[in-house]
Structures are given as structure tokens and as C-alpha cells.
């Protein structure tokens, strides 16, 4: 609920509130005011007649009896409510009565009532209530429109405000930008999320260079390890010793995995931290074709059959060659990795999509979580299951849409990634276009120079 | 063959010379840009084997000091994987080629094979390894005179081999050269094998020897015994 409609809501419970209260005192303070003044005005008419008995000028009491309602019984005196039939109108109409005793001369003492219709209180009170009702009708209806008012115009800064923190982007490394408020609860909010942002862009930004120091600096020792490993293993003392030798090679393969592993993650964070603003074109096609070619081995190893359908070469796209290359190796590695034995591997390219299938075990769980870092399908596996993260961060990157999809009872999977930007992503296109100026080195290679043959 | 090895860390430098002058290589060794430059300067080099981030310098800078001079000395670039731009940058400088480290230094002893021959003999020439002769040029191996049909990647292995003659070749170093680099090692060991079955079946029919010794656990030696 809208903090308006219900600061309203309140001030709404208390106006009807007010309102009744108010109806009903008017409606008494009229009402007494009325009666009082009815009161009077039988009092009045009773001394005229007093007056006229005490001077004699009464006319007779029969005369009076068809003026007035006149008993020659003794009547109870004072002021009364009494209820008449008023036969022009039907109904039971309320009167005020005054009756007290007349000492007459010829005929002694007559009770004489004095009659007044109290029916205009009646209508009084309608006019009461009808104006209270169009007064708080009023006041309703102005609340609503006044509110409309003020949310477009008053909080139009607060809007502002949670516009920009919807779009805010820390990987932008932008610091947030608010505009300047006049109401001074907004300015004192845009500043402390000013403040905020400065806090987390710093934050977030030694972070950045602690994880990236942290890969520079892992990398030597891991180097120097591999490499002194190596060497181990050409020691002739250690052909000697048969237990000797798998124990070096072993560590030599643990070294190898832990520097992929560092090489899996800091690729993922260079690509987070969009550092690969240098983009190309990329001939696709070809570079599948090298890929597949490469990993033929691979292929027959597993005996795969395996098929690459390129539709319309040439097939290119702008993105940084590194990128392509861990991407495609990336994906092909995938569908080795979980396919079977003599299973297929269908690669297919058009200008628009690049799909990948192939045969492979039924897997359970969520698609969407298959692209999550650290998740692979057999624990026991000695890769790092980062693979399909990196493809899924990169096609993140060119904004490409990727999508899994499973068939034949769950024993073929497709991948499949569409090679135009999503139409929300230009935006993020551009600013790695933007920053491509600040990478003074950025030039174009030979296709040749991605393979490392 | 003499080699100037540029790199700054010195376990990785000692590990990289001792492998090299296993290899039968001379080595210099430079552990600064403002050392580095001065030998350049000064001596000649078959190949220089160039570690792009220097603590005093860019290496990129080296190589262009090195093709202003008209060396003819080849040059090898070992950079670390996030500098992808600056590995580009170098072929463009006129490097021959490059490698991500961590390497193999089995994978190093390949690559600068490869840069040495395509320098210096300008493709005239043969490799000699026992009763073995491989021609490179037309891909032609011999065995006692008569020749052998291999297969691309089995003809790769044996290339791979003779560029470590005598040395221990782990099965990962193997893999990543036949199948390109981060192949997952435990996939790739069964075509490793695979591979060098045929190719010794292959070498043995035509009467070699069988020097490819298959070290236990760890991997593959081309023997000289």
C-alpha cells in the first residue's frame, strides 16, 4: 500500500469520525436552539394573554375556543412534547405545547394550551446532515485529487531516487548518481545512498584488485611448482623407485588441475569485471571448425559420432577472440564430458544460433542451476564443473541468450545460444564498446594466433 | 643452440634452465628488463624465450627493441592467461609464438624446436632419432629406410616425442598438446593411449626399436637406451 493512501486512510477515519460527531452537536445545538426559541415564543403569546385577562380584554371564552384549546378541566401546566395527527399530511407530527391557567372574569379559570410544530427541526436536521455530507464528500474527493497531486509532484524526487537505485549496477563501478531533492527528507535519503554507493564502489573495488593480485600472485608459485615437478619427474633416481614416480606425477596432475582451476575462476571474474572490451570479428565458423578438429582425438577416443552442420558461411561475430575460443571450447568440452560411449555430438551454426547436442545420461534437477559455478553431475569428477558458467557469463557478456533443453528422455541435450543481443543488452554492449579507447594495445590479430599450434 | 631466458622469478628461472640445458641448449639468463636489454644489446641469441611482465618493464617493449635492431633471434613470449591483449599485441610485434603459463616444459621444448627449425634451416632439414628420420617438411617418417604411414595426430605425438628425446613426458603434457590446452586430463588419457599403441605398432612393424618406454603412473619417454 502506498504510504499516501494510508496516511489518507488515517486522516479519512478521522474526518468521518469528526464529522459525526459534529452532525450530531449541530443537530443538538440547533435542535435546543429551535425549541428554546419555540419556548420563548409560547411564552410569549401566554403573557400577551395573561395581560390581556388581567386588563379585561379577553373575548369570551367560547371565542377562544375556536382560537385556542381551551379546558375548563384543570390541566397539568408547563411546557410539553406532544405528538398531533396532522390529517392534511398523514402523519404523527411532533409539537411543543405550553398549557397554563387563564383567570377569566365571567367564566373563573380556563387551561389554556398553546400549540407550535416542532416539524422544521425535522427538516432542519436533513439540511444539517445533507451538508455535512456534501462538505465531507467534498473533502474526500479533494484528498484523492490533492494526493494524485503530491505523488506526482512531491515525491516525484523520491521516484527519481529508486529509479536510479533499480538501475544501479555495481559492476559498473559507478558511484550513484541522485539528483539534488528540495524536500529535505529526500536530500538527506539521496545522500546517504550516495554515501552508500561510494562505500560499496571502494568496497567492491579493492575487492576487485585483492581477487585480481590474488590470481597474479597465485599464478608464479603455481608455475614454479609445475615446472619443479616436471623436473622432478626427470630425476633418474625416481625411474628406480616404482612407488616414487605416480606419487610425483600425481601431485604434478593436482598442480595442473588447481592452476586450471585458478585459470577457470579469474577468467570468470575478468569477464565480470568486463575486461574484455576488445571485441572483433570473430569467423565463427572457422574457429568451430579448428576446435572440433583439434578435439577429434577426443572424439574417437569416446567413440562419438560426430557431425558440425555450418549453415551459410561465413558466420561472424564482434567479440573479444579470447572469449570465442574459451567459449567454444568450453561447450564442446561439455558434450564430450557428459556424452557416453559410442554416443553423437551434433554442433550446428547459422548466422543466428549456435546449438549443441548430444546423447548423454539422464540428469535430474533444475536446468537453470546446470550453469551454476561448482555444480557438476558425477562429485567424483576430477574438473571443476566451471564450464558451463564461463559460457553462460560470456554469453552473458555479448547479451546472448542461452537456453537447455532435453528430449528423447532426458538422454539428449541441446544447448543452444542466440547469437543477436537480447534487446534489453545493447545498453551493456555499449559501454564495453565505450571502454574498448582505454586499452591503448588493442589490436587486431591473425585468426591464425588463437590456436595454440 | 643459445637461448637467452628472460624471467624474473628465480625458482621458475632455475627450473626453466635446468630443463633447457637438459635439453641441450646454451642458456643466458636475464632477471630484469634493464639486464635483459643489455644482452640483447650486446650478444646474439638463436631464440629468446621472453616473459612479458617484468618488474622493471614490459617485455612487450624488449621484443620491439629486438625487431628495431633486425635481430634474427626468435622469440618466444610466456605470458600469464589474464593478459590475453598483450599475448596478441606480441605476434603482432613479431613474436613466433607464445605460451600461457603455467606451461610444460615439454610443451617448451617443442615450441622452441619448432621456432629453431623454421629460423635457422629454413625447412632444410631432418630429424634424426636412433633408426628413426622424419623428414617435417613432408611430413615423411622413416624407419631403417623405409616409410611409415601415420596418422596427423599420431605423427604429432611422434613429433612431440623427438622434441624430448630422453626426457619424462607426463600423459597431461601429452593430452594438452595433441587436444589444445585445458582439456580435462582424465577424458584424454585413454586416446593418449590409444594413439601411442598404433603409433608404436605401427614403428615396430617396420622393425624400430622400442624406445617409447611407457613410465608407470606418470607417462611416456622416448629412451635412448
Redesign the interface.
Known amino acids: 500500500m502506498k504510504l499516501l493512501a494510508t496516511t489518507t486512510r488515517y486522516y479519512l477515519l478521522l474526518a468521518t469520525l469528526l464529522f459525526i460527531l459534529g452532525s450530531f452537536g449541530l443537530y443538538q445545538g440547533v435542535n435546543w436552539a429551535l425549541r428554546t426559541e419555540m419556548g420563548e415564543q409560547l411564552a410569549a403569546r401566554q403573557r400577551e394573554l395573561l395581560d390581556k385577562a388581567r386588563t379585561n380584554q379577553l373575548p369570551p371564552v367560547a371565542l377562544l375556543k375556536t382560537l385556542l384549546l381551551v379546558s375548563t378541566q384543570p390541566q397539568p401546566v408547563g411546557f410539553r412534547d406532544t405528538l398531533i395527527y396532522d390529517a392534511q399530511e398523514h402523519e404523527q407530527v411532533p409539537h411543543r405545547q405550553l398549557t397554563f391557567a387563564l383567570p377569566t372574569r365571567r367564566e373563573g379559570t380556563v387551561w389554556v394550551t398553546l400549540r407550535k410544530s416542532l416539524v422544521e427541526t425535522e427538516d432542519l436536521l436533513g439540511v444539517v446532515l445533507a451538508v455535512m455530507l456534501g462538505v465531507l464528500a467534498l473533502l474526500l474527493g479533494g484528498t484523492v485529487l490533492l494526493n494524485r497531486w503530491l505523488a506526482s509532484r512531491i515525491w516525484a524526487p523520491f521516484q527519481r531516487t529508486l529509479a536510479a537505485l533499480r538501475g544501479y549496477d555495481l559492476q559498473q563501478h559507478q558511484v550513484l548518481k541522485l539528483p539534488t531533492a528540495t524536500v529535505s527528507e529526500f536530500a538527506e535519503l539521496n545522500q546517504a545512498l550516495t554515501t552508500l554507493s561510494q562505500r560499496l564502489v571502494a568496497d567492491y573495488e579493492n575487492l576487485r584488485e585483492f581477487t585480481a593480485n590474488a590470481a597474479h600472485e597465485t599464478q608464479t608459485p603455481l608455475a614454479i611448482m609445475q615446472a619443479q615437478l616436471e623436473q622432478l619427474l626427470q630425476v633418474p633416481a625416481l625411474a628406480e623407485d616404482p612407488a616414487a614416480a605416480p606419487l610425483v606425477a600425481d601431485l604434478y596432475g593436482a598442480t595442473l588441475r588447481l592452476s586450471r582451476l585458478h585459470q577457470a575462476l579469474s577468467l570468470l571474474s575478468k569477464i565480470e569485471n568486463r575486461q574484455f572490451a576488445h571485441a572483433q570479428p570473430v569467423r565463427l565458423d572457422q574457429l568451430l571448425a579448428e576446435k572440433m578438429a583439434q578435439l577429434e582425438p577426443l572424439f574417437d577416443a569416446r567413440e562419438l559420432r560426430y557431425g558440425l552442420d555450418i549453415s551459410h558461411p561465413p558466420v561472424v561475430v564482434q567479440m573479444h577472440p579470447g572469449l570465442a575460443d574459451s567459449l567454444l571450447q568450453n561447450l564442446l568440452q561439455n558434450a564430450v564430458k557428459h556424452n557416453v560411449r559410442g554416443g553423437e555430438l551434433a554442433v550446428s551454426l547459422s548466422a543466428q544460433e549456435l546449438a549443441i547436442s548430444n546423447s548423454g545420461l539422464p540428469v535430474e534437477g533444475d536446468p537453470a542451476r546446470f550453469f551454476e559455478r561448482f555444480r557438476k553431475h558425477n562429485p567424483a569428477s576430477d574438473s571443476p564443473g566451471l564450464g558451463l558458467s564461463i559460457v553462460q557469463q560470456i554469453c552473458g557478456y555479448y547479451g546472448w541468450a542461452v537456453s537447455y533443453s532435453v528430449a528423447e528422455g532426458g538422454t539428449r541435450h541441446r544447448l543452444r545460444i542466440r547469437l543477436k543481443p537480447d534487446s534489453a543488452v545493447p545498453s551493456k554492449q555499449k559501454t564495453a564498446s565505450l571502454a574498448a579507447p582505454n586499452q591503448p594495445r588493442n589490436r587486431a590479430a591473425p585468426p591464425v594466433a588463437m590456436s595454440p599450434e | 643452440m643459445k637461448l637467452l631466458l628472460v624471467e624474473d ?1 628465480s ?2 628461472r632455475t ?2 634452465r ?2 633447457l640445458r ?1 635439453a641441450g641448449y646454451v642458456v643466458e639468463e636475464a632477471h630484469d628488463f634493464a639486464q635483459a636489454q643489455e644482452k640483447i644489446m650486446l650478444y646474439q641469441y638463436d631464440c629468446v624465450l621472453l616473459d612479458l611482465t617484468l618488474p622493471d618493464g614490459s617485455g ?1 617493449d624488449l621484443l620491439r627493441a629486438l625487431k628495431a635492431e633486425g635481430s634474427p633471434a626468435g622469440v618466444l613470449i610466456v605470458t ?3 593478459a ?6 606480441g ?2 610485434l613479431g613474436a613466433d609464438d607464445y605460451l ?7 610443451e617448451l621444448n617443442a615450441r622452441l624446436r619448432a621456432i629453431l627449425r623454421r629460423r635457422q634451416f629454413q625447412g632444410q632439414q631432418q630429424l634424426v632419432f636412433r633408426d628413426l628420420l622424419v623428414l617435417p617438411d613432408l611430413a615423411e617418417v622413416h624407419v631403417r629406410g623405409e616409410l611409415v604411414t601415420l596418422t596427423r ?1 599420431e605423427y604429432d605425438l611422434l613429433l612431440y616425442l623427438l622434441a624430448n628425446p630422453g ?2 613426458l ?1 600423459k ?2 601429452i593430452a594438452e598438446h ?11 588419457f ?2 593418449i593411449y ?2 601411442l599403441k598404433n603409433l608404436r605398432k605401427k614403428l615396430q612393424e617396420k622393425g624400430a626399436d622400442n624406445y617409447i618406454r611407457t ?5 611416456y619417454k622416448l629412451s635412448h637406451e
Open positions: 622469478e625458482a621458475l627450473a626453466l635446468s630443463s637438459q612487450l600469464a592467461r589474464d590475453l591483449d598483450d599475448k596478441i599485441t605476434l603482432d600461457i603459463k603455467p606451461f610444460h616444459l615439454s595426430k626426457r619424462v607426463t597431461e603434457a595433441l587436444c589444445g590446452d585445458a582439456v580435462d586430463a582424465a577424458d584424454s585413454d586416446f590409444t594413439h613410465m608407470y603412473g606418470v607417462g
